[in-house]
């Protein structure tokens, strides 16, 4: 169970807001800088709205200023659900640091709504208490950062033993095969999550640096690839490339950069390439990297200017 605050109640006006295409910016992305919004895209006419709306209130309510919510009448912002690319109602999208990092469609039950609500506070930060296991991983972890893998992995694989679903160590076991050079079996590892830990945010982030990891081996010289893209700046495939020559040679902020440039002057290229690129690096990294900061905010003022 997270513990989510303290014992008094956050009043439902401050937590639960009615949202329009005028205070979207404000009341979504700049308040989600702060803290985790949930935005549920409805429309009076929608059925499934009127179940799911009261259930996933409740579940915000329940904690307790650690996420808030936004509700969006899609009927009466219809451009912020075309930008948002909003197909079917209802939908739910979780917002951190100006960008959607988790969100689903049509109604669920009360025990899914729960850990939705519960994976979107841990996303952010959120913490679920410390105990043994939990001591545990953080030794682990501390050992990855050193540069000791193969102590990390044999740590992690101890408290998977202990508790198969816990997603910080499963995610830890990934990279911890990451950082052996060994994807092969890092893939392996993640293919066999189990079911109700493969959605984690842990997961997620161990599947992005995988994918990057993938495309380090491919990446081209950053010298040439640079060259090329000064030749031509409207070389989109040769400024896509050079991104990922940069993230593999340790420059995640300049392949931030050029994925920005690229998403500033074709956002649609390659179906979204550069937008899809620079959610991997961010997905990889710490919520907290001043990359990811800088990044997420840099791509929001992009999409809602």
Not at 194 to 199: A, G
Request: charged residues 25%; negative net charge; proline residues 5%.
């Amino acid at each position: 169970m997270l513990e989510l605050g303290g014992n008094a109640q956050a009043p439902k006006g401050d937590l639960i807001k009615d949202v329009t295409e005028a205070d979207f910016m404000a009341e979504v992305v700049e308040k989600s800088q702060e803290v985790p919004v949930i935005v549920d895209f409805w429309a009076p006419w929608c059925g499934p709205c009127k179940q799911l709306g009261p259930a996933l209130e409740a579940e915000v309510t329940a904690a307790k200023g650690a996420v808030v919510m936004a509700k969006v009448n899609v009927d009466e912002a219809q451009m912020i659900a075309g930008q948002m690319r909003i197909q079917s109602i209802p939908t739910v999208y979780a917002f951190y640091k100006g960008q959607p990092v988790d969100g689903f469609q049509g109604a669920l039950p009360p025990s899914e709504l729960k850990a939705f609500v519960e994976r979107v506070i841990q996303a952010a930060g959120g913490e679920a208490g410390e105990d043994g296991l939990d001591a545990a991983v953080d030794a682990a972890e501390e050992m990855l950062e050193q540069g000791a893998a193969t102590d990390a992995a044999q740590t992690f694989a101890a408290i998977l033993e202990e508790e198969p679903q816990n997603a910080r160590a499963y995610g830890g076991f990934v990279r911890a095969h990451i950082a052996m050079d060994d994807l092969e079996q890092a893939e392996a590892v993640l293919n066999g999550a189990p079911v109700e830990i493969s959605k984690s945010p842990e997961l997620e982030a161990a599947h992005a640096q995988l994918e990057l990891a993938k495309q380090a081996a491919d990446a081209g010289p950053v010298a040439d690839l640079t060259a090329a893209v000064e030749a031509d700046p409207a070389d989109h495939q040769a400024r896509f490339d050079l991104a990922q020559a940069l993230y593999a040679k340790g420059d995640a902020a300049g392949a931030v950069e050029q994925l920005l440039e690229l998403f500033k002057r074709d956002r649609e290229w390659n179906d979204g390439a550069a937008k899809a690129q620079l959610f991997t690096i961010f997905e990889a990294l710490k919520p907290n990297d001043p990359v990811v900061l800088n990044g997420r905010r840099k791509l929001s003022s992009m999409i809602f200017a």
